[in-house]
């Protein structure tokens, strides 16, 4: 079946540090990808997105780039921010219908 | 434009009852669908609703029921409550026909069974 595999945490970076997130996943055909975001107390929020190989996905300084033949969606930030500290989840969808999550990395950024 | 909503926001429960939750979707949404997670994991997918209508379901028993309403509100019932069911409850809305396939996520309820 369909799953997401992330990197394990928690992550801790000094601020202005470069992040790397790895996020994997196996499914069939090709699913769209996603980040979302979860900062305490909160919801997911999308982060960003790509709906087909070779697409990256970008806001607020985050990347991440569809790699079909590494099955990869790492997640990217040249500099990161104390504000940036929160839960980041890769998660994949066919249609929609059904969203496959990691289990979650705990970022946290030190002044 | 009014984002998703859900109420309660924390909620304690004995083994053995039954508990609802209530979700309102972003405006504009004709889905929403339900996730539980538990202490330091990821969602995990229970079922999705369209037009009134369960649209897919993930691996959970019966006991977890739901519900959607003509304005697209809806709710999650658990009955029979097992420790186990311990977690924090998403609700997400999103618009079947849309370009993409984003879901907008409510803060959660956080249910506790003891």
């Known amino acids: 079946g369909d799953s997401v595999t992330q990197m394990e945490g928690p992550v801790t970076l000094s601020e202005e540090a470069f992040l790397t997130i790895n996020c994997t996943y196996t499914a069939t055909g090709y699913p769209s990808l996603f980040w979302y975001v979860q900062y305490p107390g909160e919801g997911l929020q999308l982060l960003l997105k790509?709906?087909?190989?070779?697409d990256k996905g970008s806001n607020k300084g985050f990347e991440a780039t569809y790699r079909k033949e590494t099955t990869s969606f790492h997640l990217e930030k040249g500099s990161v921010q104390v504000s940036d500290s929160a839960v980041y989840f890769c998660a994949l969808s066919h249609t929609g219908n059904q969203f496959y999550f990691g289990t979650g990395t705990s970022l946290t950024v030190i002044p | 434009e009014t984002g998703v909503t859900q109420s309660p926001t924390h909620l304690i429960k004995t083994r053995g009852q039954q508990v609802t939750l209530r979700c309102s979707s972003q405006s504009g949404h004709n889905t929403v669908s339900w996730y539980q997670q538990a202490l330091g994991q990821g969602p995990q997918f229970i079922f999705q609703?369209?037009?009134?209508?369960?649209?897919g379901r993930g691996n959970f028993p019966p006991r977890f029921s739901g519900l959607q309403f003509p304005n697209y509100s809806s709710e999650l019932n658990v009955n029979a409550l097992e420790l186990d069911d311990s977690a924090l409850y998403l609700c997400?809305?999103?618009?079947?026909?849309?370009?993409?396939?984003?879901?907008?996520f409510g803060p959660g309820t956080r249910l506790t069974v003891t």
């Open positions: 609703y369209y037009r009134e209508e369960e649209n």
């Open positions: 790509a709906t087909k190989a070779d």
């Open positions: 997400a809305s999103s618009l079947v026909g849309a370009a993409s396939y984003e879901q907008y």
